[in-house]
T-cell receptor, first 114, second 111 residues
Framework: NAGVTQTPKFQVLKTGQSMTLQCAQD?????MSWYRQDPGMGLRLIHYSVGAGITDQGEVPNGYNVSRSTTEDFPLRLLSAAPSQTSVYFC?????????????FGEGSRLTVL | RKEVEQDPGPFNVPEGATVAFNCTYSNSASQSFFWYRQDCRKEPKLLMS???SGNEDGRFTAQLNRASQYISLLIRDSKLSDSATYLC????????????FGKGTRLSVIA
């Protein structure tokens, strides 16, 4: 049972570099989302999608882009990495965004920006 | 006022103790409520949903108080394996809006 798969698990970037965090789910979930988690800040929503072709901004979208071309995949792009984007990133999916079903998380991607 | 607020802890309790966490939410129209558990350096996982009438799952009891806008989680007979961060999660609106997470309450159960 793959569930939600995130890659890479660890990444070190230099300031100004770009990269893409990959997220894939095999549960046919319509809803997918990206969170970042920082000490003392809890989980903060970056972007989310309620279906293929539909994306929306969360609480902290600046510096990040997303797209949803398929139901399965929801990549998160860092356009020009900054040290403030050092964080743990979680992708999550569910049948419904608002709590109609369990939200399943990937194992997380630990990003360090130097 | 933040949408979902929790006491960050840490709560340090001995094995066998009963411990309770509260969480307050700001939007009285909130529809759905949950407790998630997050182990150190792991992803959050659903612990239990919180129903209006209250619900129990083994040693865990969740309560909802709509009038005072808070939910609670009670853990009886604490085990070492209960050590984790407990996240209060609320759907503040209906429809296709994302869940809002509290910052979490850290529990350490000590032998």
């Amino acid at each position: 049972n793959a569930g939600v798969t995130q890659t890479p698990k660890f990444q070190v970037l230099k300031t100004g570099q770009s990269m893409t965090l990959q997220c894939a789910q095999d549960m046919n979930h319509e809803y997918m989302s990206w969170y970042r988690q920082d000490p003392g800040m809890g989980l903060r929503l970056i972007h989310y999608s309620v279906g293929a072709g539909i994306t929306d901004q969360g609480e902290v979208p600046n510096g990040y882009n997303v797209s949803r071309s398929t139901t399965e995949d929801f990549p998160l792009r860092l356009l020009s990495a900054a040290p403030s984007q050092t964080s743990v990133y979680f992708c999550a999916s569910s049948y419904h965004p608002g709590g109609g079903g369990e939200l399943f998380f990937g194992e997380g991607s630990r990003l360090t920006v130097l | 006022r933040k949408e979902v607020e929790q006491d960050p802890g840490p709560f340090n309790v001995p094995e066998g103790a009963t411990v309770a966490f509260n969480c307050t939410y700001s939007n009285s129209a909130s529809q759905s409520f949950f407790w998630y558990r997050q182990d150190c350096r792991k992803e959050p996982k659903l612990l239990m949903s919180v129903y209006s009438s209250g619900n129990e799952d083994g040693r865990f009891t969740a309560q909802l108080n709509r009038a005072s806008q808070y939910i609670s989680l009670l853990i009886r007979d604490s085990k070492l394996s209960d050590s984790a961060t407990y996240l209060c999660v609320v759907n503040p609106y209906s429809g296709n809006t994302p869940l809002v997470f509290g910052k979490g309450t850290r529990l350490s159960v000590i032998a």
